[in-house]
Each structure stands twice: as C-alpha cells, then as structure tokens.
C-alpha cells in the first residue's frame, strides 16, 4: 500500500484539487465546474492552525491512502524533514509519496487565496481562486495522471 501525500503552501486550494482529482471525486475528463470546487471538502477550509496538520482525503482505487498538507514555508524541506521522520518512525522506502502542486498554482490561485484565507474577503478571494483552479485544472489533471502512472514523485530520496 502507498501514501500519497499532496502538498502545497496553504492545503486549501491546489493540494485539495489534485488530491480530489486523484480520488475521482473530481473529474479528470473535463475541467470541474466552480461549484464542484467549491462543494469539493477541504476546499477554501483550511484555517491557520491547521497547517501542517496532515488531513486524510481517502482510498484511491487500488486502496491506497491519499491525503493533503498545507506546509507554508517550508517549501523543499517540507519533504526532507517528513522523509526524515518517516525512516526513524521504520517507514519503508518508496511507500510514502509527496507531491507538491505549487508548481502548478498560478497568479490568481494565489491571489485569491490570500484574500480568501489571510484577509477573510470570501467574496472576492474564493471568486479569484476558482478562476485560478480552473484556468490551472488541465495541468492538475496532468500532473495526478503522472502520478498514478509512477511517473512523478516516486517515493525515493
């Protein structure tokens, strides 16, 4: 069995989209729409003290567990401190895999989701972050493909 672990600044916005993606509760034939974002879980809900706090998202087809983080500035350590932590606690090579989607995010995923989340303008932050995530869906859609077909983020060091 794998972990899938998507990872991306805040856990609200590009993490959420892949991972719902990956679990077919989006859809990957066709951008979603802004209310299948919006009605995704987690979407636009991640608060403050929640960073860092691992959420399990669900079992993928083959039965392996897909979650999401929000890892804020940890950026590229974020993955060297959990694949550090993971040997002491006698995880096995391979078995965890982390996949980061800021490369993915775009202007106005951003944007949005500082006015969203940091500033609490909802309105405006949450109309700016869906345009984002669907201007940015196909490249998402891309990217869990590769994953699923073990093409990206093999669980190695």
């Given at each position: 069995?794998?972990?899938?672990?998507?990872?991306?600044?805040?856990?609200?916005?590009?993490?959420?989209?892949?991972?719902?993606?990956?679990?077919?509760?989006?859809?990957?034939?066709?951008?979603?729409g802004?209310?299948?974002?919006?009605?995704?879980?987690?979407f636009?809900?991640?608060?403050?003290?929640?960073?860092?706090?691992?959420?399990?998202?669900?079992?993928?087809?083959?039965?392996?567990?897909?979650?999401?983080?929000?890892?804020?500035?940890?950026?590229?350590?974020?993955?060297?401190?959990?694949?550090?932590?993971?040997?002491?606690?006698?995880?096995?090579?391979?078995?965890?895999?982390?996949?980061?989607?800021m490369?993915?995010?775009?202007?106005?995923?951003?944007?949005?989701?500082?006015?969203?989340?940091?500033?609490?303008?909802?309105?405006?932050?949450?109309?700016?972050?869906?345009?984002?995530?669907?201007?940015?869906?196909?490249?998402?859609?891309?990217?869990?493909?590769?994953?699923?077909?073990?093409?990206?983020?093999?669980?190695?060091?």
């Open positions: 069995m794998k972990r899938y672990i998507y990872n991306c600044y805040g856990g609200s916005h590009s993490s959420v989209t892949a991972a719902a993606i990956h679990l077919g509760i989006l859809p990957d034939r066709r951008v979603a802004s209310e299948e974002l919006l009605n995704t879980p987690y636009d809900a991640q608060i403050a003290r929640d960073h860092g706090r691992i959420r399990f998202f669900g079992f993928d087809e083959n039965g392996d567990e897909v979650y999401v983080v929000g890892r804020i500035n940890l950026g590229s350590s974020y993955e060297k401190i959990m694949r550090a932590f993971l040997a002491l606690a006698g995880g096995r090579q391979g078995e965890t895999v982390f996949i980061d989607t490369p993915y995010v775009n202007i106005f995923m951003m944007a949005g989701g500082c006015l969203s989340r940091r500033f609490g303008s909802m309105r405006w932050g949450r109309a700016l972050v869906v345009f984002g995530t669907r201007l940015a869906y196909p490249s998402f859609v891309r990217l869990v493909q590769k994953v699923k077909a073990g093409l990206v983020c093999k669980g190695e060091e």
